[in-house]
């Protein structure tokens, strides 16, 4: 059974930084699947912020580029999302997802399989 479990998340003032976490495990596809971060705020639907293939490439929401970077270490079999310049925007639940590589990446995510429970990301201005 795939498990996806997510840690780092907080409370942190405007423009301070935050890196969340991401473990995987029970995936039986070696390194052959994709990582996203998502987020939802209150009242707000779930959006894509960013997303990473099996060997690195990555893609971004506009409203997070610059700002964040997302990476993976594929012995550790972790995700992570490095968080800069934090502003009262970003607060929202913080998901990771996961989902085997296909040969492209997407943040929608109707295009994700496996879903972690959460950690809360509060920017206070």
């Known amino acids: 059974q795939v498990q996806l479990v997510e840690s780092g998340g907080g409370s942190v003032q405007a423009g301070g930084s935050l890196r969340l976490s991401c473990a995987v495990s029970g995936y039986t596809y070696n390194n052959n699947y994709r990582m996203a971060w998502f987020r939802q705020a209150p009242g707000k639907e779930r959006e894509g912020v960013a997303a990473i293939s099996n060997v690195g490439g990555t893609t971004y929401a506009d409203s997070v580029k610059g700002r964040f970077t997302i990476s993976r270490d594929n012995p550790k079999k972790t995700t992570y999302l490095q968080m800069d310049s934090l502003g009262p925007e970003d607060t929202a639940m913080y998901y990771c997802?996961?989902?085997?590589?296909?040969?492209?990446?997407?943040?929608?995510?109707?295009?994700?399989?496996?879903w972690g429970q959460g950690t809360q990301v509060t920017v206070s201005s």
């Open positions: 997802a996961a989902a085997p590589w296909l040969g492209y990446l997407k943040l929608s995510p109707s295009g994700y399989n496996y």
